[in-house]
């Protein structure tokens, strides 16, 4: 071979390389640049995720020992939802240990390997789903500490109007979008023997996952993506005006412009009224509702409403009917998932169509204006 070869070829193969990157930003659109980590940084920095002086996360501060229980820790602590995974080397699916305070959702807690191995979420009524992608992870903690199950076997084989001691409110939870998502596949409301309910709300295909449409590290809704198909969205506050053509007039008030919110909102206010009217008329003690634990109060003047003073923990409402824990699990479910318009109304408003289908059975209540989705 000739000596001048060598460095020819070396010219060829440059110019040949730089004229394919020229080509090619030219032909060929940029990739996407992926987000800087200091900007990941930043939105998960404003996030609840990190809001280390959150009451999820310093609850147990002030007790003694101050650790997170084990069957609080996989959710309300970094070290506890590691162990959960089973990356600190213990056993899967179960929290072996209480675990230290002072965590938060931290960004190590989603990205390890056996977060992002992790395919099968579990659900608390031993139901499982497979098809999370990488929003498996949300549903874990998303997903509530009590489902329907709970709630039926708590009440099974008693008698329906009759006040007993051993039962209590039973409570799903907080923050249970990823339970109601998937609707009845996870039985996360209590659902009346003989009907059949939704399982998961598909929406579209490119707005399915948690993360297709909460940013995974600000958690925001990005109102604009919405926008391209729901017109009537400007800013996240018009969510709740979302609705499509066909859907029907689940509430019966003739009004067939609001939000799916409006919608549900509406069956959410008559159960209540039906609740209140069950615990007057059958059990003979009113009950009062309050977002605030333990959520379930006496109405001693019978008034209905909230007075000064009755919204305290000593005035908790005891005198607990079958029928009353299954209503009063319904009601608080609905009220504990804020986005449940969007991540499945139709099972929502199914459930509570049903609860007051019952309640029906102890009171008179006017079901005949109502559709019970299909
Ligand atoms: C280890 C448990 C855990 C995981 C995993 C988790 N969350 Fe959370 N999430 C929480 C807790 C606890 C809070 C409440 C934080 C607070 O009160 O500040 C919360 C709050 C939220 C909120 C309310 C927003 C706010 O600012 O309060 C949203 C939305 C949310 N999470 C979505 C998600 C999504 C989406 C994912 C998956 C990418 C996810 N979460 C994964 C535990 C978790
Ligand atoms: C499956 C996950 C999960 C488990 C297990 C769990 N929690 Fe939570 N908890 C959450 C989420 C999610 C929130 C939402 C926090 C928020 O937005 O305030 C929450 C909120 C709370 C809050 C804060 C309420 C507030 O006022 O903001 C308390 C207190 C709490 N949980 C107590 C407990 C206790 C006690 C246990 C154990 C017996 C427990 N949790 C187990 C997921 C869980
Ligand atoms: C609650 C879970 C959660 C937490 C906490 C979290 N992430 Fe993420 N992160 C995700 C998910 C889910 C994705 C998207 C993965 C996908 O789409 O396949 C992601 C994507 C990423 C990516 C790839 C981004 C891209 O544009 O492709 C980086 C880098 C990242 N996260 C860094 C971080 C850092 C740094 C933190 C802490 C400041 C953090 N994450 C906290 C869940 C989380
Ligand atoms: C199709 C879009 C969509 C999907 C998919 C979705 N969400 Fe939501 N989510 C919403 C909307 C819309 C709201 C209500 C926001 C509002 O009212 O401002 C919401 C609210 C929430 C809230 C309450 C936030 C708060 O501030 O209290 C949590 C927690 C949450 N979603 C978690 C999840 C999890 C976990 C998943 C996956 C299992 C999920 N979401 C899937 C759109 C979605
Ligand atoms: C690609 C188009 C598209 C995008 C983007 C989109 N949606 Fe939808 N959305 C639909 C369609 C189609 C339906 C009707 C699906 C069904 O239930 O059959 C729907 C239904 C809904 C409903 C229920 C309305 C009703 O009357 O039952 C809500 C709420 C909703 N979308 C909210 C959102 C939010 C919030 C976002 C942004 C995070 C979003 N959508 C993004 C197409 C879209």
Same mark, same amino acid.
């Given at each position: 071979m000739k000596k001048y070869v060598w460095p020819l070829l070396i010219i060829f193969f440059f110019l040949g390389g730089l004229a394919v990157i020229l080509i090619g930003q030219v032909v060929l659109p940029p990739e996407p640049r992926p987000e800087t980590v200091q900007a990941i940084s930043a939105k998960w920095d404003e996030s609840g +995720?990190?809001?280390?002086?959150? /009451?999820?996360? $310093?609850?147990w501060d002030e007790d003694d020992p101050a650790e $997170?229980?084990?069957n609080c820790a996989k959710c309300h602590s970094a070290y506890g939802y590691l162990d959960y995974l089973g990356e600190d080397g213990s056993e899967p699916q179960i929290v072996d240990a209480a675990a230290e305070i002072g965590s938060v959702v931290s960004c190590f807690v989603c990205h390890n390997p056996s977060a992002h191995e992790k395919e099968i979420a579990y659900f608390p009524s031993g139901d499982t789903v497979d098809t999370l992608e990488s929003s498996v992870n949300c549903a874990e903690? +998303?997903?509530?500490? %009590?489902?329907?199950?709970?709630?039926?076997?708590?009440?099974? &084989?008693?008698?329906?109007?009759? !006040?007993n001691e051993d039962l209590g409110f039973i409570n799903v939870h907080y923050k249970v979008a990823g339970a109601v998502r998937y609707g009845s596949e996870v039985q996360v409301g209590y659902e009346f023997p003989g009907k059949d309910y939704i399982g998961y709300y598909p929406h !579209? /295909? &490119?707005?399915?996952?948690? $993360?297709d449409c909460h940013d995974p590290h600000s958690l925001e809704i990005t109102a604009s993506d919405c926008a391209a198909c729901h017109?009537?969205?400007s800013d996240l506050g018009d969510l709740r005006s979302i609705r499509v053509d066909d859907t029907p007039d689940f509430d019966g008030d003739g009004d067939t412009t609001e939000g799916i919110y409006g919608e549900l909102i509406t069956v959410h206010e008559m159960l209540y009224d039906s609740i209140q009217a069950y615990a007057a008329d059958v059990i003979g003690e009113p009950i009062l509702y309050a977002a605030q634990f333990p959520y379930w109060y006496v109405? @001693?003047?019978?008034?209905? #409403?909230? &007075? *000064?003073? /009755?919204?305290?923990f000593g005035n908790q409402y005891?005198?607990?009917?079958?029928?009353?824990? %299954?209503?009063?699990? =319904?009601?608080?479910?609905?009220? #504990?998932? @804020?986005?449940?318009?969007? +991540?499945n109304a139709r099972y929502l408003i199914q459930v509570m169509y049903d609860t007051m *289908? =019952?309640?029906? #059975?102890?009171?008179?209540?006017?079901?005949?204006s109502l559709t019970r989705p299909e």
């Open positions: +995720h990190a809001d280390a002086e959150a /009451e999820a996360f $310093v609850h $997170v229980p084990a903690c +998303h997903q509530g500490t %009590r489902s329907g199950v709970a709630v039926a076997d708590a009440t099974v &084989d008693l008698t329906d109007d009759e !006040v !579209v /295909e &490119d707005y399915q996952q948690c $993360v017109p009537a969205v109405d @001693p003047n019978g008034n209905g #409403e909230a &007075d *000064d003073g /009755e919204i305290n005891q005198s607990w009917t079958p029928r009353l824990v %299954r209503a009063t699990y =319904n009601y608080h479910l609905v009220a #504990e998932d @804020p986005g449940g318009f969007m +991540h *289908d =019952n309640l029906s #059975e102890a009171i008179s209540v006017d079901l005949a």
